[in-house]
């Protein structure tokens, strides 16, 4: 690792800002920021990301549209008693820890609208707000935010991206996972590594990358046995070029001046695993990558690549058919 944290370049001669570029495209074209249920009210936001902590996607949704079923209101809410909030939360786990956390949130949304002279109790009532949070700099409503209980850095982020359409990064499980294993910046830890993580990504796909990295990470880049056999990264990973073909005892080979990947789909049909695939231009590269999960491929002129080089970068390759 660079003194500076930042990705050393390698053969392909990528340095950070080329890694991330290569990253979003790829991770854009298969899944196309699709939707992760995440709320345009910053108040709603709130509440949903505050829910899905710890908590599977399958589960956290249905409690969220319950919640507003039985409670219109945000009012209605903090009036509820927490017996009843309990059984409505019961189905994501730890509902009385998110039934307190839910009331002390609110209740601090509430004394903020009183004093700000806005929802129950003013001149127009209405419920409560954070709706004001679009007027702040991100620096004020990243401050507000996490004065809030129950948010944190990454729930702060995640609201400012997708409810106030700021440029932020949230840093959560799968980002910080897919992140290390690239070697994209050296970790700090994940509660530390929001700003240091967020600053080697352009700020205009801050947002889009965040969510494209949180669906490979549930799809494809697991904690624990991730399938890196599917993976359109596996280019950038090490961990991933160690483990592809290690249980595939198909014929081998390797894919030297590769273009966009035809003799590929070709040695495919034909019953081979290609193990690594060089190709010098980057587009035909990131093409070849997209069209071929699993395979590694190299952007560097084939001629001045060894076999060495090549067990380098796949260092279970054991044979050449």
């Known amino acids: 690792m660079a003194a500076t944290g930042v990705r050393e370049r390698g053969l392909d001669g990528l340095d950070t800002a080329g890694l991330l570029a290569r990253v979003d495209e790829l991770l854009e074209v298969t899944y196309r920021s699709a939707d992760l249920g995440n709320l345009d009210d910053p108040l709603a936001e709130a509440v949903f990301i505050l829910l899905s902590k710890q908590t599977r996607e399958e589960v956290y949704r249905p409690v969220f549209h319950s919640l507003r079923a039985r409670y219109p209101l945000w009012t209605d809410v903090l009036a509820a008693r927490l017996g009843q909030l309990e059984k409505v939360l019961l189905p994501g786990g730890f509902q009385r820890q998110r039934a307190s956390q839910l009331k002390a949130l609110l209740s601090a949304v509430r004394d903020d609208n009183v004093q700000r002279r806005l929802g129950p109790g003013s001149a127009r009532p209405k419920d409560l707000t954070l709706s004001y949070l679009r007027d702040m700099s991100d620096e004020e409503a990243e401050r507000f935010l996490l004065r809030l209980p129950g948010i944190g850095p990454k729930s702060a ?165």
């Open 157 to 321: 982020r995640c609201i400012m991206g997708y409810s106030l359409r700021r440029q932020r990064f949230a840093v959560d499980t799968h980002v910080h996972r897919i992140f290390t294993r690239l070697n994209v910046r050296e970790s700090l830890g994940r509660k530390n590594d929001h700003d240091a993580f967020e600053e080697v990504v352009p700020p205009k796909i801050r947002v889009r990358l965040h969510m494209n990295l949180v669906h490979h990470g549930r799809a494809v880049c697991h904690g624990q046995k991730p399938k890196c056999e599917e993976c359109v990264l596996v280019s950038f990973c090490r961990e991933g070029r160690s483990r592809v073909g290690q249980v595939d005892d198909r014929l081998t080979a390797v894919d030297l001046f590769a273009g966009a990947g035809g003799m590929a789909c070709g040695f495919r049909e034909a019953g081979y695993r290609t193990a690594i695939a060089l190709e010098i231009d980057r587009n035909a590269a990131q093409t070849y990558r997209a069209n071929n999960p699993g395979v590694p491929v190299v952007e560097t002129d084939a001629t001045t690549v060894t076999a060495a080089d090549i067990r380098r970068i796949v260092p279970g390759l054991k044979k050449v058919d």
